[in-house]
């Protein structure tokens, strides 16, 4: 009996908070100006579906499935009723700003462009200088190598580098600099286009191709359809975002196409429609089914050895004087103990099954108001130019999107949620108003 209820428990929240989003997509768009509620579609997507079909699994699996429940389907139930009521006419205040909005001008914003394209130079030599290119994930992808040599460049790109700053500068070039400046360039050439001046569209097309790759260069899938996505939703936006189910059928086709691409390339298969297949299924697994199955795996590991305490955030262990553990690490080596990558693999989860891996439930009241916090980033857009604010909403979208796998001040830095306001804003204030000044 307990099974039956776990099991309509679910689906009863997961078709609920489907439910609400899609009379938010339709009705009241917008509330698709906050983060938040980004935040719960990309979570009911990749969490809350899988958690609901694989109910009865999570039940057996578990010696406590309900704590499970209160993460997967009670958190974002409990914030999509919330975030609906939290600063809405902020919302609407500022989608009447990008009904607006216009395309991204090089007239008008030559100098932002100019200091962006400066910024992804210069982080990018510095990554190659450590990371030659014939070396990166991405070229032995498409030179030859074979599967398991493209998995260890892979991993040299990036995990295995001795010094620090060409990691960061890897992560702002491919998670920040080359994101922005590809929804620049799509910007730019849907305003060619709807101006008939198809003259100007291949130059932003060629450039927005290398952005495209050299987000790719470590040789991970995910971020070449990230890239993707951005450009796929400010054309959505721009058209009005209208709710068409070709639309969505389209836009998710162009997404997942660079990851195929890239999985044919590294895995040296023919191409044929079962091999098309298999990709396309190995794809949707790990969109729609690996979150939920990570996240799984470690309440499994908790309720194994306990809760981990403090040490599991590794900069405030190392300031409290402890030593940190890697958590991530630690379950994907409890996972697979005989990979070859074992010591250098990640079983990277949401923050929900982190913190909660850290702290237990004391820790998930504090869910709901995190992400509430970043809601505020509605205020920031007064003191963006008219220009960049579409492209910079864009981005944040697309950073909200890695909370399903990541921890949230990982989302807040790493992933460029406030570098990319902070950019943005400082662009404003001392590169496009000071141009301003000088022209008036």
Known sequence: MELVSFIVANWVCTLGVAAVLFNIFSKYKHLLLKPSIWYILF???????GSAFTAAVTFDELERPWHFFILTQLFPFVLLVVS??????QALDVWRRFEYSPNYSVRTEGGALLVL?????????????AVPLTQTGLYASFAGASMDDALWARE?????????????????????????????MASIAGGAWRTHKIYLIPLPFVLGVVFLFTAMLSGARAEGGVVLLGAALYYWLKAGSPFRIRYLIVGFLVVVSIPVIVDFARQRTDISWDSISESRETIL?????????????WLKTVEGRGLWGVVGIEKVASVLGLEPVNVANEVAQAAAPSSPF??????????????????????????????????????VYRFVSEDMRLVLFVYLVLSVR????????????????????ALCVCLR???????????N
């Open 43 to 49: 979570f009911n997507l990749q969490l809350q579906w």
């Open 84 to 89: 609906v009521v939290f600063l809405p006419k």
């Open 117 to 129: 394209g400066v910024a992804w130079f210069v982080t990018l030599a510095i990554y190659l200088h």
């Open 156 to 184: 040299y790109s990036v995990k295995l580098l001795a010094s620090a700053l060409p990691r960061y500068c890897y992560a702002a070039n491919a998670w920040l600099l080359s994101i922005l400046l590809f929804v620049i």
């Open 285 to 297: 697994y790990r969109i729609f089914v690996l979150p939920t199955d990570v996240g799984r795996l």
């Open 342 to 379: 074992r010591f250098t693999s990640f079983a990277s989860t949401g923050f929900p099954f982190s913190y909660y891996s850290f702290f237990g439930l004391a820790i998930v009241p504090c869910f709901v108001p995190a992400v509430l916090l970043l809601d505020f980033s509605l205020y």
């Open 402 to 421: 890695t909370l399903i796998e990541s921890d949230y001040t990982t989302t807040l830095f790493t992933f460029g949620f406030i570098p990319a306001i």
């Open 429 to 439: 204030l001392f590169v496009v108003k000071r141009r301003e000044s000088y022209a």
